[in-house]
T-cell receptor, first 115, second 117 residues
Framework: NAGVTQTPKFRILKIGQSMTLQCTQD?????MYWYRQDPGMGLKLIYY???????DKGEVPNGYNVSRSTTEDFPLRLELAAPSQTSVYFC??????????????FGEGSRLTVL | AQSVTQLGSHVSVSEGALVLLRCNYS??????LFWYVQYPNQGLQLLLK??????LVKGINGFEAEFKKSETSFHLTKPSAHMSDAAEYFC???????????????FGQGTELSVKP
């Protein structure tokens, strides 16, 4: 069982560069999420999606964009990288079939450093 | 809007001692509450959840938590700590679908648990 797969696991960017973090899940989950984790801050929601073609902003969306063309994939794009975007990024998914009580399944994270 | 607060960013216990990690929530409607664990360099895994059934919830690895509405708390406990329990623990809150169409979880700041031999 692959679950939620994120790539790359590590990346170093220069200020102003752009990149896409890839996320794919094989559980046929409708709900997908991107969080960032910073020390002492917990996880902050960047963007989420309730199904293919539907995305919405979370708590900290500035500097990021997402798309959801298929159920499986939910890439996160960073435009014009800034040092404040240095973080660990987690993709997660859950089924929509249990109300909002279902478990959130996480990828292993992508550690991004912007220099 | 809902939120969670975890008291203590770092907790240290001796092996065999009681583990108590504190979580308080704020919500205008009855919430769903979760505890997740994160081992080093890994994603988060669900430990247990409260979804308005029994107020005392048992999870994996001997952990349990009690939902106390009067105290707006959902503290995580384990009677006897093991070295393998060393990790970071996150409390999270969600609301029923009628209030939260996207199923979003809001996380607390996390508590790092250290276990001394």
């Amino acid at each position: 069982n692959a679950g939620v797969t994120q790539t790359p696991k590590f990346r170093i960017l220069k200020i102003g560069q752009s990149m896409t973090l890839q996320c794919t899940q094989d559980m046929n989950h409708n709900y997908m999420y991107w969080y960032r984790q910073d020390p002492g801050m917990g996880l902050k929601l960047i963007y989420y999606s309730v199904g293919a073609g539907i995305t919405d902003k979370g708590e900290v969306p500035n500097g990021y964009n997402v798309s959801r063309s298929t159920t499986e994939d939910f890439p996160l794009r960073l435009e014009l990288a800034a040092p404040s975007q240095t973080s660990v990024y987690f993709c997660a998914s859950r089924t929509s079939g249990q109300g909002n009580t279902g478990e959130l399944f996480f990828g292993e994270g992508s550690r991004l450093t912007v220099l | 809007a809902q939120s969670v607060t975890q008291l203590g960013s770092h907790v240290s216990v001796s092996e065999g001692a009681l583990v108590l990690l504190r979580c308080n929530y704020s919500s205008s409607v009855p919430p769903y509450l979760f505890w997740y664990v994160q081992y080093p360099n890994q994603g988060l895994q669900l430990l247990l959840k409260y979804t308005s059934a029994a107020t005392l919830v048992k999870g994996i690895n001997g952990f349990e938590a009690e939902f106390k509405k009067s105290e707006t708390s959902f503290h995580l406990t384990k009677p006897s700590a093991h070295m393998s329990d060393a990790a970071e623990y996150f409390c999270a809150v969600s609301l029923p679908r009628s209030y939260n169409q996207g199923g979003k979880l809001i996380f607390g700041q996390g508590t790092e648990l250290s276990v001394k031999p």
